[in-house]
């Protein structure tokens, strides 16, 4: 083909799927990928005449997910891509009708959850060769599309709840997490609803238990509720689970199971009768073993924590034994509790957070803590990565929440000379960072879980 009769496209523009029942969805322009992709998640495959189909949902609007479209095509390959950030995955790959204004032709798309990413759907040089010339310097080149007018094409694909009703027990409904648990509830089908701990108060009756929003609306038809209970409020926050399942309401994370985990102490008196290994703590009441205290763990330098602290908080390292004293008696001055730890050196500033779901790890990453930093504080703009976990490893993250009694939890490991160590439980960890770091989709696998406790399963369609 003459290089002159190409039709030039911007960086994005605006393409419609009519097989696939998407008359708009604006896509990136990637010579870079071989492959073009379309966002896609709930996906399961069916026999059809012998072949092998899949149904699949499609958000076709960035940073919308009410508007849904339901998708059937034939299976033509599955293959494994890389995405742009290193990570492998075995993709569905269908073959569909694509349109630019009045041209149009067949096209492979591979399917994957891009949520995380800023287009719905990427086209590729596959997907492009021998028809276009990119400028990359100019959007939508072939025509852009109003809003209102993409409204309207999607008037019908807003999606009802058909699911369970479900509540995220928290308290900012803007903080990642919660964002991302509450999304993923939706395109699961469930309706979701956002409790801000603070604004609850509950009604305690032996035959007639309630809880009710601020302004006295009682939160009645619950199915589930996902406690996410910051440690400041954690007494309430576990309060109210527990009023909850007196409701008879199923709660990812027991009252008990939160208030036994944030409980430092106890928890990892729990750990250690169950055969898990801890680094080498002390714990005293009075200023006047400080010497006994630090001598009992190894000397400096050392590990001191707050039993209250979270997420590198109200932990300090020690260098010197002076040093050490200084520190456990100022604490001891203002009526603190705390915990006196080894110093595991060969960690290197390094640990392991594992995400456990529903008793399996479902993602793994390493932080390490900033030049100058520690251990403790890798929370704080750490470097993470990805990583694959030993099999001892494995069993102590699954082993710990466990014992705890915990459905969902962030578990810190590091590694020592003499194996594995764990440090603490997080009953309610974070999202961004490991869903960043290893491109999985973590608020599904909360959802799912709560769907496989209740034996709820996607309606046919």
């Not at 339901?70 to 269908?94: F, H, L, P, Q, T």
């Not at 086209?123 to 072939?142: A, V």
């Not at 604004?199 to 929003?213: G, I, S, T």
Request: a positive charge; aromatic letters at 6%.
């Amino acid at each position: 083909m003459n290089p002159n009769t190409k039709h030039v496209i911007g960086c994005d523009e605006w393409f419609s799927l009519s097989e696939l029942g998407i008359p708009a969805i604006k896509a990136r322009i990637d010579s870079g990928a071989k492959t073009s992709a379309i966002h896609a998640y709930n996906i399961q495959t069916y026999r059809k005449d012998n072949a092998l189909w899949v149904n699949f949902e499609v958000h076709p609007l960035t940073n919308d997910r009410r508007t849904i479209v339901r998708c059937d095509a034939e299976v033509v390959d599955r293959r494994v891509v890389k995405s742009s950030s290193g990570i492998s995955e075995k993709r569905y790959v269908i073959k569909t009708v694509v349109a630019l204004g009045d041209a149009h032709w067949d096209i492979e798309l591979t399917l994957t959850n891009r949520d995380a990413m800023g287009y719905r759907m990427l086209l590729g040089r596959e997907g492009m060769k021998d028809r276009f010339i990119i400028d990359p310097s100019q959007p939508c080149i072939n025509g852009d599309i109003a809003p209102e007018t993409i409204q309207n094409l999607y008037v019908k694909s807003k999606k009802s709840p058909l699911g369970l009703k479900i509540g995220v027990l928290a308290s900012n409904p803007n903080l990642y997490s919660n964002e991302r648990i509450m999304a993923a509830g939706e395109e699961r089908g469930h309706d979701m609803q956002f409790l801000n701990i603070k604004q609850c108060f509950m009604k305690l009756d032996a035959e007639n238990p309630e809880v009710h929003n601020r302004g006295g609306n009682c939160i009645t038809g619950l199915d589930a509720v996902i406690p996410r209970i910051r440690p400041s409020i954690t007494f309430y926050g576990a309060a109210l689970t527990r009023h909850f399942e007196s409701m008879g309401v199923y709660t990812l994370n027991s009252s008990q199971a939160i208030t036994q985990s944030r409980d430092k102490l106890f928890s990892l008196q729990l750990l250690l009768k169950n055969g898990l290994e801890i680094p080498t703590t002390g714990f005293a009441h009075s200023p006047i073993d400080t010497d006994n205290l630090i001598d009992m763990v190894g000397s400096a330098p050392l590990i001191i924590k707050l039993l209250e602290g979270t997420q590198g908080t109200g932990v300090v390292l020690a260098e010197t034994k002076k040093a050490a004293e200084s520190v456990i008696n100022a604490f001891k001055s203002l009526k603190a509790n705390l915990l006196v730890q080894e110093f595991i050196k060969e960690a290197e500033s390094k640990d392991i957070r594992c995400f456990v779901v529903n008793g399996k790890v479902v993602a793994s990453i390493m932080r390490e803590a900033q030049p100058g930093e520690f251990r403790a504080n890798v929370h704080k703009g750490a470097s993470t990565k990805s990583i694959k976990i030993t099999p001892e490893e494995r069993r102590m993250a699954i082993k710990t929440t466990k014992v705890l009694g915990l459905d969902v939890a962030g578990v810190d490991l590091i590694r020592s000379n003499k194996g594995p160590l764990l440090l603490e439980v997080n009953s309610s960890p974070g999202l961004e960072g490991i869903e960043d770091a290893t491109g999985k989709d973590i608020a599904r696998d909360i959802i799912i879980a709560i769907e496989k406790k209740l034996g709820w399963t996607i309606p046919s369609v």
